[in-house]
């Protein structure tokens, strides 16, 4: 009797151990379940890199082109804003170029647009002036290079001096008022004012 309670007990002890086995597996198979349904629907994962995420999958830098140089170029050399010249330039989407996009691609052309197109204009009236013989082109160019100024309308020019009419004209008649104020206190009187006389009181 004694064996036989020995194999009952034994036989009991070891169907204990297979039914904790199976209900662990279980329980673990419930886990993942929960797992998996709470990793579907949790927001997904964001990760900062150096330098911020880039906008959209796949975004390729600004690339600029030989004819959107010149186009800025040359908007710089007419006098456009940088907000006027970014109208002018778009990126792949169709869209505007942003101010910062502009001054960091077309740095050279920004500097260089004016200066060139004084350069060209300026060359161009030369060769009109000299190759052409264009008067008008030749005095706007002594004018303003060579700081050439027309002489008075009013000035007359002999032979060794020249004297301005205007001046001359007032510094005679300043002259004349002095002669008058002499010959007047010479002879008791006093002026109010230039050009009028008064007679002296006598007291």
Same mark, same amino acid.
């Given at each position: ?6 194999? $009952?007990? /034994?036989? @009991? ?5 297979? #039914?904790? /086995? ?5 329980? $673990?198979?419930? +886990? ?12 997904? %994962? ?9 906008? /959209? ?8 082109? $030989? ?13 456009? *804003?940088?907000?006027?010249?970014? !109208?002018?330039?778009?990126? #792949? ?16 052309? !920004? ?31 002594? #004018? @303003?290079?060579?700081?050439?100024? +027309? ?6 020019? +002999?032979?060794?001096? *020249? ?11 300043? !002259?004349?008022?002095? +002669?008058? @104020? ?10 109010? %004012? ?7 009181? *006598?007291?």
């Amino acid at each position: 009797m004694a064996g036989i309670k020995g194999k $009952s007990g /034994g036989a @009991r002890r070891g169907a204990g151990r297979k #039914s904790n /086995g199976w209900h662990a597996e279980i329980k $673990s198979r419930e +886990d993942k379940i929960k797992r998996r349904k709470a990793n579907q629907y949790a927001p997904p %994962r964001v990760t900062e890199t150096v330098g911020g995420a880039r906008e /959209g999958p796949g975004r390729k830098a600004f690339a600029p082109t $030989s004819a959107q140089r010149n186009i800025v170029e040359k908007a710089a050399a007419f006098g456009l *804003t940088h907000n006027q010249i970014c !109208l002018l330039i778009q990126k #792949s989407n169709g869209e505007p170029i942003e101010r910062t996009t502009l001054t960091k691609y077309f740095q050279a052309e !920004l500097g260089a647009g004016k200066p060139k197109a004084i350069a060209t204009v300026a060359g161009a009236l030369y060769n009109n002036a000299v190759a052409r013989n264009n008067v008008t082109a030749q005095m706007y160019f002594l #004018s @303003r290079v060579a700081k050439w100024t +027309d002489a008075p309308a009013t000035t007359i020019v +002999d032979q060794h001096v *020249t004297v301005d009419v205007e001046a001359h004209a007032a510094a005679e008649e300043i !002259l004349a008022e002095l +002669d008058r @104020r002499r010959a007047a206190r010479e002879a008791g009187t006093d002026f109010t %004012r230039i050009g009028e006389v008064k007679p002296a009181t *006598t007291h």
